[in-house]
């Protein structure tokens, strides 16, 4: 006999538009099991002098099977539609009122019944042109009269019970739940045989781009789907869905699985300055985050540490301090080291002059506190470093100029600080001659600091801001000045 | 507006004198920075460890940020917690530490002070687990600029393991590398 294979709801992620979606539906019922020859009178009288009256009648019976194309939301009017829609007065809904004014158009009123009518949503927008080339199409369309028909998304058709096969209820079940998917589309394809009966179910998840298909694309030839229906005797029907889309190109395929986009106020605004802060036209915005994690080697307690930041030329601050002090610290019962963990952030805006060779300088002063409350100085460090992105830490050893053995008594009695210009110890340059001589200077070292920093900028660049209006406020300058910028990036990622 | 997706745990703690530590911690950020999703407050369990001198929290962290500006850059504050067997419990450590600037898995070591003893009476207390001298203010903890008067204690530290995912920052020009 013939085998039956299981029926199973096929799957489908789409990138491309769904439009373009078609499938071929290859239906034909099974007269028998063996190739007969149809007996059909008026057909035999058309090749009466026919030698060949029996391959003929063979060819006829081939016929029997109905091959047919169907666009996604393609409308193909069953033969109780066109009977229904060919009356005016039976035409309440505008849809209704659609297929009755192209039955009118077709002439398709005067069809017997037994064959349906096509309607192309795409040759029906050209029927309102009403001109030749829509006529055209409209013949043709009146060719692809057969037994399939459709019932596409605008009939908002519910299928019963008897009708729907189970994927039916599996999608309206599906649909109850997943309210999220709201705007999905249905299709059904049916079979004008008696009763009608439905082949194929498709459901379309705009979001998700999901095509749902039961029964799943198939081959006529090797597994094809069977029908079979008892009425005064029983009929038996075979079909398959081929999927014959285009395979095209897509250039911009959308968004599948990505994440999404967030529902906030602000992603509706597009203007760049308005979604983010930008740093003033031809300067660079530098953000520094500091961290002084701790001091060790000092022979007090109760330390502290003062720092000053001398900023580069042509660099402006634009939010932070540069001279502040931690909080004094201790060492504590399970480790010798003070803890400071302290941070703190730097923003700086880097004007068009700035020098990147020139460098950004932190002093420290490390202070102890003793229980009088009396001051001293436990060391002086210095770190420099370029305003270039990265991260670096570093120990700093601390200096002190040595103590006579007076100054080591007064410290130790008395306490206070000596003044002692330790900026420009490190780093003047003014003074500075070709040799550097330091020989009668005697310094001593007392600890370290343990300090990190991390650096990162953000530029101005005129190709980041959409620009509506391309004549405004774009001088010769500016473009000048974007090209050396454009250039110079290039060259430092060229050169790196 | 950029987005940074801050995803890891606050591990443990470790160097503390005291065995069962629990902590809290927020995220202090700019007023450009908004929360998009997830939590930016909350406390660990109470933990101690017989073996070594840590206490293990292994406490997730999910937050979802989205900022318009890089000023005021999120910071991590936390604050350790000592619990005595009458349930009582007093600050042992407070800290706070930038999140990293730059987008991967990075382990941050928070080091954590205390509140020095002001009075030997304070110190006594402190010494037969009365509990120590907290900060009237959480604020005080990553704020001020003169902050030399408060005199502190070095404590334990905090491990933290972060994971970073930045989004956009490219789009308005930031560059971290």
């Excluded at chain 1, 998917?181 to 459901?203: E, H, K, N, W």
């Excluded at chain 2, 979802?64 to 350790?80: D, F, M, N, R, Y």
Aim: hydrophobic share 35%.
């Amino acid at each position: 006999m013939f085998h039956i294979f299981p029926k199973h709801t096929g799957v489908y992620n789409i990138l491309d538009n769904i439009e373009y979606l078609e499938l071929e539906v290859h239906f034909r019922h099974i007269n028998s099991l063996l190739k007969l020859p149809k007996f059909d009178r008026a057909f035999i009288d058309v090749n009466i002098n026919s030698l060949t009256k029996n391959i003929e009648s063979f060819k006829h019976t081939e016929d029997a099977t109905c091959l047919r194309r169907i666009r996604w939301q393609e409308k193909l009017l069953s033969p109780s539609e066109i009977e229904l829609y060919k009356d005016e007065r039976s035409c309440l809904t505008d849809t209704q009122k659609k297929y009755n004014q192209w039955l009118l158009e077709t002439g398709v009123s005067e069809v017997s019944s037994g064959h349906s009518s096509s309607v192309n949503e795409v040759s029906k927008r050209c029927h309102k042109k009403r001109n030749k080339k829509s006529r055209k199409a409209e013949l043709s369309s009146k060719e692809r009269w057969g037994e399939i028909f459709t019932y596409v998304h605008e009939d908002d058709f519910n299928p019963d019970d008897g009708a729907l096969l189970s994927n039916g209820k599996k999608i309206e079940k599906q649909t109850r739940f997943d309210e999220h998917v709201a705007a999905q589309q249905f299709m059904y394809i049916f079979a004008a045989i008696s009763p009608d009966t439905q082949l194929v179910s498709l459901a379309w998840y705009p979001e998700l781009r999901q095509l749902h298909i039961y029964p799943d694309f198939n081959d006529f030839a090797v597994n094809p789907y069977y029908i079979q229906v008892d009425t005064d005797y029983r009929h038996l029907y075979a079909f398959a869905v081929h999927n014959v889309s285009k395979r095209r190109y897509v250039a911009n395929p959308t968004t599948y699985l990505r994440l999404p986009e967030l529902t906030a106020h602000w992603q509706e605004e597009r203007d760049l300055n308005t979604l983010f802060d930008l740093p003033p036209k031809r300067t660079t915005r530098i953000s520094l985050l500091f961290e002084l994690r701790q001091a060790s080697g000092f022979s007090y307690d109760n330390i502290n540490v003062r720092y000053q930041i001398k900023l580069p030329a042509n660099t402006i601050l634009e939010e932070g301090v540069l001279n502040a002090s931690t909080h004094a610290s201790s060492p504590g019962p399970a480790n010798v080291d003070c803890f400071f963990g302290y941070n703190w952030q730097l923003t700086l805006l880097c004007e068009e002059d700035f020098d990147p060779t020139h460098l950004l300088h932190v002093y420290f002063e490390v202070i102890s506190i003793d229980s009088w409350g009396r001051e001293r100085i436990e060391g002086y460090a210095h770190y420099s470093t370029y305003l270039l992105t990265g991260s670096k830490s570093a120990k700093l050893m601390c200096l002190c100029p040595a103590d006579g053995i007076l100054e080591t008594l007064t410290r130790y009695l008395i306490g206070g600080r000596r003044l002692f210009d330790f900026m420009s110890f490190y780093t003047d340059t003014a003074k500075d001659t070709l040799v550097k001589s330091r020989y009668g200077c005697r310094i001593k070292s007392t600890g370290q600091l343990e300090l990190s920093c991390q650096c990162f900028r953000q530029r101005h660049c005129e190709l980041l801001t959409p620009c509506t209006n391309k004549t405004s406020g774009m001088t010769l300058d500016d473009i000048m000045l974007a090209y050396r910028e454009s250039r110079r990036r290039l060259e430092a990622v060229v050169l790196k | 507006m950029a987005e940074v997706h801050v995803i890891g745990q606050i591990l443990k703690a470790v160097d503390f004198a005291e065995p069962h530590l629990y902590c809290k911690w927020s995220l202090q950020s700019g007023s450009a920075w908004k929360l998009v999703q997830g939590e930016v407050a909350g406390q660990t369990l109470v933990s101690s460890n017989r073996l070594e001198q840590a206490s293990d929290f292994a406490h997730p962290l999910d937050i979802h940020l989205a900022t318009a500006s890089i000023q005021g850059w999120p910071k991590l504050h936390v604050e350790v917690y000592a619990v005595n067997v009458l349930h009582k419990s007093w600050p042992v450590g407070y800290g706070f530490v930038h999140i990293p600037s730059r987008p991967g898995a990075h382990r941050l070591e928070l080091l954590t002070w205390k509140v020095a003893p002001l009075t030997w009476w304070d110190s006594v207390r402190e010494k037969f687990g009365g509990g120590g001298v907290g900060l009237s203010k959480a604020d005080l903890i990553y704020t001020g600029v003169e902050r030399y008067k408060l005199q502190t204690r070095s404590s334990g530290k905090i491990i933290i393991d972060l994971n970073l995912v930045f989004r956009n920052f490219a789009k308005f020009g930031v560059e971290f590398k």
